[in-house]
Each structure stands twice: as structure tokens, then as C-alpha cells.
């Protein structure tokens, strides 16, 4: 008999909430989260990056889409973060301009268990 899989869970910072934030763009709620639009939106690989950057490389509360520095078009951006927005990977305020984002990780751990280590280690090959 195989020796069971041992799973790994990669720790991700969690940031306290800044107070005074505008309110979150329209999200679904936790209960509404459907797996089938998570994984489609995951599936775009330049979605998976920013999600794994977000929650890899995040410093602070949340991003701007310049903090990436991906080489794309603001339109075809804009396009990808609402994707993952209306998926409910992401969460968007508005600030004056500009729109900043960060992973629904609490969100996503609660009703999706593990998804999110699978993000973290998955490497583009």
C-alpha cells in the first residue's frame, strides 16, 4: 500500500484591514462562490499569476494594477482583474482613479479548503 499523500500548506500573510476604506466594489458573498467560476478564472494564466503575486509578494493591503508591472494593454488588465473579481478571487475598492485589489483569502479558505495552497505552488513551467 502507497503511503498517503502528505499535503502541504504554504502560510500566506494575512493583513489587517486599514481603517477608513471605501466600500468593496459588487463581490459575490462567500456562500455564493461558485467552484466552476473560480477555476475558469484561474485556468487564464496571467489571472493565476496575479493571484499567486497577491498573495506571494504582497507587502501591504492592497494593489494597484501598475504594482504588477505586466507588459499589457490598461484595458486587457482591466478586463482580467474583473474576471477575477466577479469570480470572487479578489476583492476591488475604488480609490479616487484607481482600483486596488487583494485576494479573498479568508473568503476563499472558508469555502473552497486548499484552493489557495494550490495556487501559491503552482510555478509556470
Not at 489571472?47 to 494594477?65: F, P
Not at 488588465?77 to 478571487?89: P, S, W
Not at 480609490?95 to 486548499?114: A, H, K
Request: hydrophobic share 35%; aromatic share 6%; with cysteine.
Amino acid at each position: 500500500m502507497a503511503p498517503a499523500a502528505e499535503r502541504v500548506t504554504i502560510e500566506t500573510p494575512v493583513h489587517d484591514e486599514p481603517e477608513n476604506l471605501p466600500d468593496p466594489l459588487p463581490e459575490p458573498s462567500v456562500d455564493d462562490l461558485q467552484l466552476e467560476k473560480v477555476l475558469g478564472a484561474l485556468a487564464d494564466p496571467l489571472r493565476l499569476t496575479i493571484v499567486r503575486k497577491l498573495m506571494l509578494e504582497s507587502e501591504n493591503y492592497d494593489h494597484t494594477c501598475g504594482w504588477f508591472g505586466f507588459d499589457r494593454p490598461k484595458s486587457s488588465l482591466t478586463h482580467h482583474f474583473k474576471a477575477l473579481r466577479q469570480a470572487g478571487l479578489i476583492r476591488q475598492r475604488q480609490y479616487g482613479l484607481e482600483r486596488r485589489s487583494r485576494v479573498r483569502t479568508e473568503d476563499l479558505n472558508q469555502r473552497f479548503p486548499g484552493l489557495l495552497d494550490l495556487v501559491t505552488a503552482w510555478h509556470e513551467v
